[in-house]
């Protein structure tokens, strides 16, 4: 061998973004020895930053449900437990409807909701203006609200995740990608680097847009493949709306759009590309803000006046369905694969390291193995969710 | 309510004023149609524009350039960037203090999204300064259909703050000639193309990767234009520096300084302290005092100044001190500066404990350099959009290098569309790298021989890319190297030959030639001497003190008469009559008194630890300092943590200071990861982008 044989770890982590940073927070906490991984420069620099911030637990199956729930909590404690503001923010999420097929939608799914226990209940136009009183009211049906939910500072929760896993001894290699996992007896056992060989018990791929690369050092296909959305964040103004304003009504260009006031108050908001841009492409396109600000003034005429700041481009890590796969994979042993988060990865996180670290230690619950039917690497990847 | 206007300057006209009305915080002022909102408040002694949201801290107007988003103003219920929008009358203009309240508007109100134009262009030119200007007339000779945009309200960029006669070359680039006047002359040879189209006050806000250009046409329209070239001569920025007290209302970037005196006629200052000394710092200092403001100082950290000879000898004979090998450590006040502090520093430039000394003064001027504004080049080259780049954005150097570098990228993009058949000749290329060429070495002036005829004194010893000096002697007796204008001037004749015609006195950009007239008294000659301020300020009998050219004080003498001759251009002549001895030594007038430029009794220390490097978010050194300390390399990183670089500017200002505090914590350049820069360039409002018409809806 001409590497380098380096430290072993019990755990090493192959991504330092949404996913990979608060697993190993977790990890290092219940005593596993963790290395993280990155190709980038510093944590976070992947898709993690051209995140939004939406936090909610209004998906429409249980996997997402729990997962988001746990990740409700522990984003709203944050500052409480750890000393770090996340800019975490209780607004809640308001899915609007102005036609009959969307009422339709999203009356049928708050049925399901509602019977996963989450706290959405259908207002009709009046109720929810009063919610957001800057709603356009013409031709406004009603919408869902949903209270608990909120949003948060991807950049700073990650940054706290970051800090915190590196004082309980978590270690972090930068500009340092993963080049070869090295696989014996049908069992991983450690990653190659250009620094050389480290030995691992457990490799976890967290590599969000790039995981089926990951994959492929095993041999393995995973099926996420990027799909590139695009972003903007105006000046900041006083509060004015709490809510997540989410219209999935398609319109050229876009399947829905939305958009919700940060904690510091700028207005954050994005599109879901339609036909989907797939590819690792996130230079900037001239067509994104007129079709997104046309958008937006129709439903919020006071945006109108607003300062836009800044754009970018940011990668969804999609799955076939919709659903993320969080699974060991069975042609190799000691490889979990955390990934196809389909842009809902910094939601997902917190609840979704714990659940990780669960796994690692062999400690998963009923309910655990629940959520792990639905993530499975081996499922029919035919269904659609309801609701992405 | 004070009145700050300039009411007199020797060079400028003051416009008849047509006044309108406006409120600020309820009260009534009056504005002068057509100017911005800044300038109105300025002139009415409104230093105090808002109060930032973190801090609470006081802010004022810093770059005047729409650049840093430090003057925002509430104007008719919006935030505005002050030094961008006009005022209107009836404007109800207030204080930014807090998160700014979005206007309310009804939510049933019909809104009426549009397509966004699209336009198809040759060639796009994004800056209409002296570069942008000089491609544009190239482009438009030749039948080239071209589109020039500019954010600001009239052509010329920079070229419009300047007062001063040009240096450089005569034959290439006007030299010898106000900037001003080389603004409308350029602006007339542009007008007189129609394949040329203007936008002016039209914002390039992206290069965007499907080759589209989205521009704010007027501040109304949002347009996509698609050209088939385009040449970025978006000129350069100021840097910014670090000091305690930053921040304060009362410091300026230079280039924000001469916009509002030379452009808006306002003064910003009563007493200036000036921050480098370069030839921005010089030229804006002479500009002050000029207007009629006190200069109280210059600090240079380097031993000597950077900028061109005659121009720091101008200044120091005018009366202002130069504090070579000091650095600024504070500006100091409460709400506004009154105070500057400075101290010597040593070799490593680590301000010296124990030199420390302070000054009076209202104003600090910045002028510690200049950066390109590159990011749409750069855009367009990742984009494969073809492009140029001219003038400051491509290097930083003297508007007249920017005219020429414009003219050769102008005929560089007529050839590649086969416009042109001829090559850009070799001469140009060489032309143009005199013009950009730092200040040489200065030799010892050499005084002529005394006692009779007449003969010029030239007290110009440095080299520089000048030479308008040389083609203004009707009988050719001041030479100039014509292969290299760098050379320093002579006069080749004797004092005999002479017909004191005075235009080189007057026509030398630096103020750097006098004459020596012996024939009438031998022992006491007359004494002609360049001075460019109102003729009110200086009258025959008025006794001055004179001074050699590095401005030691010679001698207190009587004027015995202030003239002008035809082709003056607005410089005077003053005369004196001296002691043979020391006539020829003459080069100036003291301007200044120099109480004003005395230090306090005692140096005030600056306590607090207001160090700002993030203008936007007001991130202190220290912050990015712990950060660094820590290990912290990926400036994004550093910006997630502190949002130093996420503030309205788009990390314009901080950037580079970043960058400084990296080389001092001794981090390698390459080991440091750059910011990603994002469009917009600066903010939109939404509706803009959504096709909607201004009244719509309202």
New interface residues.
């Given amino acids: 061998m001409m590497n380098a044989t380096l430290p072993h770890y019990d755990v090493i982590i192959i991504g330092a973004g949404s996913i990979g940073t608060p697993t190993a927070l977790y990890l290092s906490k219940a005593g596993f020895k963790t290395l993280v991984l990155d190709a980038g ?5 992947g898709s993690n ?1 051209k995140a939004i911030g939406g936090i909610r637990a209004t998906h429409s199956d249980p996997a997402k449900v729990r997962l988001c729930l746990r990740s409700i909590e522990i984003f709203s404690n944050w500052q409480q437990e750890y000393g770090d503001d996340i800019e975490w923010y209780k607004g809640g999420y308001m899915f609007v409807a102005y036609r009959e097929q969307e009422e339709k939608t999203l009356k049928d799914l708050v049925e399901k909701q509602r019977a996963l226990g989450l706290n959405i209940q259908w207002h009709d136009s009046a109720e929810i ?1 009063q919610i957001v ?6 031709g406004c049906i009603g919408g869902t609200f949903s209270p608990d939910d909120g949003n948060a500072s991807p ?2 929760a ?2 706290s995740f970051y800090t915190h896993a590196l004082d309980r001894g978590a270690v972090f290699h ?1 500009n340092e990608p993963a080049t070869a996992l090295v696989i014996r007896g049908g069992r991983v056992v450690g990653v190659k680097t250009p620094a050389g060989e480290y030995g691992a018990d457990v490799v976890i791929n967290a590599a969000g847009a790039w995981a089926d690369q990951i994959g492929q050092l095993a041999g393995i296909t995973i099926p996420v493949r990027p799909d590139s959305h695009e972003a903007a964040i ?5 509060r ?1 709306f709490d809510p997540m304003i989410v219209d999935i009504r398609p319109a050229p260009g876009s399947s829905n759009f939305y958009f919700y006031q940060h904690l510091t ?1 700028q207005i954050i908001f994005c599109i879901t590309p339609s036909p989907n841009i797939w590819g690792f ?1 996130t ?5 994104f ?2 079709m ?3 958008r ?3 439903v ?13 481009r940011g990668l969804y890590p999609m799955t076939p369905d919709g659903y993320p796969i969080i699974d060991w994979t069975r042609e190799v042993s000691g490889f979990l694969q955390a990934v196809g988060t389909c842009g809902q990865g910094f939601m997902l996180a917190p609840g979704l390291a714990e659940l990780l670290t669960r796994m690692v230690s062999k400690q998963t619950t009923p309910e655990d193995d629940e959520v792990l039917r639905y993530t499975s690497l081996y499922r029919d990847f035919g269904q659609q969710e309801l609701l992405k | 309510m004070a009145d700050f206007r300039i009411k007199q300057h020797p060079i400028l006209p003051i416009p008849e004023e047509k006044t309108i009305e406006f409120t600020w915080q309820g009260k009534k002022l009056t504005a002068r149609a057509g100017e911005t909102i800044a300038a109105a408040l300025m002139a009415n002694g409104i230093r105090i524009f808002g109060y930032h949201p973190k801090d609470h801290s006081p802010l004022g107007i810093f770059c005047a350039n729409g650049q840093c988003s430090q003057c925002m103003v509430m104007a008719n219920g919006k935030p505005v960037k002050s030094c961008m929008e006009l005022i209107q009358p009836e404007m109800r203009v207030s204080p930014a203090e807090g998160l700014p309240e979005l206007p309310k508007i009804s939510p049933a109100a019909p809104v009426h999204p549009a397509p966004i134009r699209e336009i198809d262009i040759p060639v796009l030119i994004v800056g209409g300064g002296p570069a942008g200007l000089s491609a544009a007339i190239e482009l438009g000779r030749r039948g080239i259909r071209a589109l020039l945009v500019d954010d600001k309200h009239r052509l010329g960029g920079k070229l419009v703050l300047q007062t001063h006669r040009f240096f450089g070359s005569t034959d290439a680039v006007y030299a010898g000639t106000r900037g001003i006047d080389i603004a409308t002359r350029l602006e007339e040879e542009l007008r007189a193309v129609p394949e040329v189209e203007i936008w002016l006050h039209s914002t390039c806000l992206a290069v965007f990767s499907d080759r589209k250009v989205g521009i704010l046409k007027e501040g109304e329209e949002y347009i996509l234009v698609k050209p088939e070239i385009i040449l970025v001569a978006t000129g350069a920025r100021e840097k910014f520096l670090a000091f305690r007290g930053n921040t304060l209302p009362g410091v300026y970037g230079a280039g924000a300084f001469q916009t509002l005196v030379n452009r808006d006629l306002v003064k910003p200052a009563e007493k200036l302290f000036i921050v480098g000394g370069g030839n921005v710092g010089l030229i804006a200092g002479y500009h002050a005092l000029q207007a009629g403001i006190g200069v109280v100082g210059l600090v240079e950290a380097l031993p000597e100044c950077g900028g061109y000879k005659v121009h720091k000898d101008k200044l120091i004979r005018m009366g202002v001190p130069i504090y070579t090998s000091h650095t600024i450590l504070s500006a100091n006040g409460k709400d506004r500066v009154e105070s500057v502090t400075i101290a010597e520093v040593d070799s490593e430039f680590q301000p010296v404990s124990g030199t420390e000394k302070s000054f009076a003064c209202d104003s600090v001027l910045i002028a510690v350099g200049l950066d390109p504004v590159d990011e749409f080049y750069k855009k367009a080259q990742e984009f494969g959009l073809p492009a140029y780049v001219a003038g400051d954005a491509e290097e930083i150097a003297e508007a007249s290098a920017a005219i020429f570098s414009g003219k050769i990228k102008g005929l560089e993009i007529a050839r590649s569309l086969g416009k042109e058949d001829q090559p850009v000749p070799k001469e140009w290329y060489r032309t143009g790298e005199i013009l950009k060429s730092r200040p040489g070495p200065a030799h010892h002036e050499e005084l002529p021989e005394t006692g009779v005829g007449v003969a010029p004194v030239i007290h110009c010893t440095q080299e520089i890319p000048c030479d308008p000096c040389s083609s203004l002697c009707s009988h050719g007796l001041i030479e100039i190297d014509k292969s290299d204008i760098r050379s320093v001037p002579k006069f080749i004749g004797n004092n005999y030959c002479c017909e004191v015609c005075e235009r080189c006195v007057a026509g030398c950009p630096g103020l750097a030639i006098t004459l020596v007239d012996y024939r009438a008294n031998p022992t006491l000659p007359v004494v002609s001497i360049p001075y460019e301020f109102t003729r009110e300020a200086l009258h025959k009998d008025d006794r001055v003190t004179v001074e050699d050219t590095e401005g030691n004080a010679l001698a207190d003498l009587e004027i015995i008469g202030v003239h002008s001759i035809p082709t003056s251009d607005r410089t005077m002549i003053v005369q004196v009559q001296a002691p043979a001895d020391i006539a020829p030594r003459i080069a100036g007038i003291r301007i200044q008194t120099q109480a004003i430029t005395e230090p306090m009794d005692e140096y005030v220390p600056h306590l607090s630890d207001d160090t700002i490097v993030c203008r936007c978010e007001h991130i202190t050194a220290g912050e990015i300092r712990a950060l660094i300390r820590k290990g912290y390399t990926d400036m994004n990183e550093i910006k997630i943590v502190t949002r130093a670089g996420m503030g309205a500017c788009g990390a314009k200002t901080c950037d580079a200071l970043i960058h400084r505090l990296f080389r001092e914590e001794g981090v390698p350049s390459d080991k440091v990861v750059d910011y990603t820069k994002r469009p917009l360039f600066v903010e939109v409002p939404l509706e803009k982008f959504a096709g909607l018409k201004p009244a719509d809806g309202e």
């Avoid at chain 1, 420069?41 to 620099?45: E, M, R």
């Avoid at chain 1, 105006?234 to 006083?238: L, R």
């Avoid at chain 1, 919020?300 to 970018?312: D, E, F, G, H, Q």
């Fill in positions: 420069p510093s944590v976070g620099q930053k203006r009183p800057d709603l356009n009211p013409n950049l700073l990650i940054h930068f105006t000046e900041p103004v006083a004015f108050g492409d230079r900037e396109t001239s067509e803000l007129p997104v600000s046309r937006m003034v129709e919020m005429p006071r945006l109108r006046n607003i300062r836009v700041r800044r754009t970018w």
